[in-house]
């Protein structure tokens, strides 16, 4: 099992609607996590830091932690076409080394 | 200059030169990295510096030496590398050890 996994896509989703991110990590003791934004050939841009349980939001994204199942998910309202990128989730291990998923590819088509 | 910066952007080099990759950070931040990346897989660490004190080293082949002066500037030190090196070379920063992390734009290195 990967310490962190998501699914690679391609995640396609229509202009204007949600598009639902998810990872899941193997650490129970991990703390913070994070969502980047990479578009092809660009370096990662962070978008999203969560610490607690629940959900918190930023403009048209949204994150969701539930530390009970393992998860988080990202949540991206009235996507557009410049939503378009690889996502990677990480994850702050209890060791507080950072590992990384290998990324969702979202394509949001016009 | 702001953020992460990196240079060159762009590097093509021979199995048997000598280059270096040079990331600065203006964001008064305490910890740097070194991330190799390659199509098709995940980021992968490489070296840590917390306080220009390396805390790790994954295993990365001695071919690739790294350099941390001060906690403002980071450097690879690449030679006879190997074509399969090719990737894009992303530093980052963060204020606190593996926190939130803030990119440069990284190398694309071409090994020939």
């Known amino acids: 099992q990967k310490e962190v996994e998501q699914n690679s896509g391609p995640l396609s989703v229509p202009e204007g609607a949600i598009a639902s991110l998810n990872c899941t990590y193997s650490?129970?003791?991990?703390?913070?996590f994070f969502w980047y934004r990479q578009y092809s050939g660009k370096s990662p841009e962070l978008i999203m830091s969560i610490y607690s349980n629940g959900d918190k939001e930023d403009g048209r994204f949204t994150a969701q932690l539930n530390k009970a199942s393992q998860y988080v998910s990202l949540l991206i309202r009235d996507s557009q076409p410049s939503d378009s990128a690889t996502y990677l989730c990480a994850v702050n291990r209890s060791n507080y080394q950072l590992i990384w998923g290998a990324g969702t590819k979202l394509i949001i088509k016009p | 200059e702001t953020g992460v910066t990196q240079t060159p952007r762009h590097l093509v080099m021979g199995m048997t030169n000598k280059k270096s990759l040079k990331c600065e950070q203006h964001l008064g931040h305490n910890a740097m990295y070194w991330y190799k990346q390659s199509a098709k897989k995940p980021l992968e660490l490489m070296f840590v510096?917390?306080?220009?004190?390396?805390?790790e080293n994954n295993s990365v082949p001695s071919r690739f030496s790294p350099e941390c002066p001060n906690s403002s500037h980071l450097f690879l030190h690449l030679h006879t590398l190997q074509p399969e090196d090719s990737a894009l070379y992303l530093c980052?920063?963060?204020?606190?050890?593996?926190?939130?992390?803030?990119f440069g734009p990284g190398t694309r290195l071409t090994v020939l």
């Open positions: 650490d129970r003791g991990s703390q913070s």
């Open positions: 980052a920063s963060s204020q606190l050890l593996y926190n939130e992390q803030f």
């Open positions: 510096y917390n306080f220009k004190e390396q805390t």
